[in-house]
T-cell receptor, first 116, second 113 residues
Framework: NAGVTQTPKFRVLKTGQSMTLLCAQDMNHEYMYWYRQDPGMGLRLIHY???????AKGEVPDGYNVSRLKKQNFLLGLESAAPSQTSVYFC???????????????FGPGTRLTVL | SQQGEEDPQALSIQEGENATMNCSYKTSINNLQWYRQNSGRGLVHLILIRSNEREKHSGRLRVTLDTSKKSSSLLITASRAADTASYFCATDPIIQGAQKLVFGQGTRLTINP
């Protein structure tokens, strides 16, 4: 099993450009998450999904959109990139939701995005 | 706002010594988890401790949880160079409909040979 994969691994954008980050998992997990990681800030939740066709806002959703058309994929979109969105983006998935005692999350390798 | 706060922010020890990291949180939780992140990589789950548990072991890892003090500690015994990484605690708060973990800012651990 590949686990959680993310594409691309690196990307440089100019301000105002758009892009989509793709996350795929092969563990048949129901729950998927997008985080951003910035120095000294830890991980912050952007959006998450509790199942195919459903999405919800996390802690820092502004400037991002997501879609979960297939259970195994979770897409993160930036419609008009800004320098403040320079960050490392991580996707994660879990079998059980928070509130369940076995809800550890499995993370992808990350996407390093720079917005100039 | 961050639910979990790790202490210290950075820790440097000699190989073979024990490393202790602490995590404090603010609200009642279902469970608390510890993750490791090697430089340039994603997070890897290490151990989960439920709110009704006080101590848990996994290999060289020992985790304690004190719900009355809202704190947890991660002990790594007999450290190795390969343990060099950042360690994060993540809490699963008891909030109806939360369905998400809240991560702290991490402790950067360096093991010197």
């Amino acid at each position: 099993n590949a686990g959680v994969t993310q594409t691309p691994k690196f990307r440089v954008l100019k301000t105002g450009q758009s892009m989509t980050l793709l996350c795929a998992q092969d563990m048949n997990h129901e729950y998927m998450y997008w985080y951003r990681q910035d120095p000294g800030m830890g991980l912050r939740l952007i959006h998450y999904s509790v199942g195919e066709g459903t999405t919800a806002k996390g802690e820092v959703p502004d400037g991002y959109n997501v879609s979960r058309l297939k259970k195994q994929n979770f897409l993160l979109g930036l419609e008009s990139a800004a320098p403040s969105q320079t960050s490392v983006y991580f996707c994660a998935s879990s079998y059980s939701p928070a509130g369940n005692s076995y809800n550890e999350q499995f993370f992808g390798p990350g996407t390093r995005l720079t917005v100039l | 706002s961050q639910q979990g706060e790790e202490d210290p922010q950075a820790l440097s020890i000699q190989e073979g010594e024990n490393a202790t990291m602490n995590c404090s949180y603010k609200t009642s939780i279902n469970n608390l988890q510890w993750y490791r992140q090697n430089s340039g990589r994603g997070l890897v789950h290490l151990i989960l401790i439920r709110s009704n548990e006080r101590e848990k072991h996994s290999g060289r890892l020992r985790v304690t949880l004190d719900t009355s003090k809202k704190s947890s500690s991660l002990l790594i015994t007999a450290s190795r160079a390969a343990d060099t990484a950042s360690y994060f605690c993540a809490t699963d708060p008891i909030i109806q409909g939360a369905q998400k973990l809240v991560f702290g800012q991490g402790t950067r651990l360096t093991i010197n040979p």
